[in-house]
């Protein structure tokens, strides 16, 4: 099976991308070093037991270590239409930053201003948008981008008759507000 011969590469390259010896990980997982250093190098069997506490110091999960190397890289998910936005998805579900295609309808229903954890970042593919930032009213059109601190008050909308196209991008705790709370209730 290739996938578990990839297994122990990958954990080493997580634990060096994040700058980690096999001392601190073994360390903050539980495990001894010689453990750890055996799963790397293949020369040890992996098992939930020693895999579970490795993935949770990493941040990662156990199906990333596992993925096979020719995984289709094509993104297959719906686009979904709420609250006057179309939301094409760019990325996988179970990636750590989410790309988003968002058509803006200049129809939308008035929503009030969010603050969540994190920051997000646009770009204008078309039309022009309201970017409400605070105290501050931005209007960007076609090439502009932005970036901003999401625990400010904001809150976006197509400008005029014609959509809005952006690409947009945030992390799991932004897609999360501003995707899916509507539904739920939240704010």
């Known amino acids: 099976m290739d996938e578990l011969r990839q297994l122990g590469p990958r954990l ?44 949770r110091q990493l941040g990662i999960r156990v199906d990333d270590l596992l993925e096979p190397l020719d995984r289709d890289p094509r993104v297959r998910r719906r686009p979904i239409r709420r609250d006057g936005m179309t939301i094409a998805p760019l990325t996988r579900e179970e990636s750590e930053v989410r790309a988003f295609k968002i058509t803006y309808h200049p129809d939308a229903p008035e929503r009030p201003p969010q603050v969540h954890d994190g920051h997000e970042w646009l770009y204008v593919l078309s039309g022009r948008l309201r970017l409400s930032l605070g105290e501050q009213e931005l209007v960007l059109g076609r090439g502009e981008a932005a970036e901003f601190d999401t625990t400010v008050p904001h809150r976006i909308r197509a400008v005029g008759a014609r959509p809005a196209e952006v690409v947009s991008i945030f992390n799991t705790v932004g897609e999360r507000l501003h995707l899916h709370s509507h539904d739920e209730g939240a704010t």
């Open 12 to 55: 080493r390259a997580a634990r060096r991308e994040r700058g980690w010896t096999l001392d601190e990980l073994a360390g903050r997982a539980g495990l001894s070093v010689s453990t750890l250093s055996r799963l790397e190098s293949g020369k040890r069997q992996a098992s939930l037991e020693l895999l579970l506490p490795l993935t």
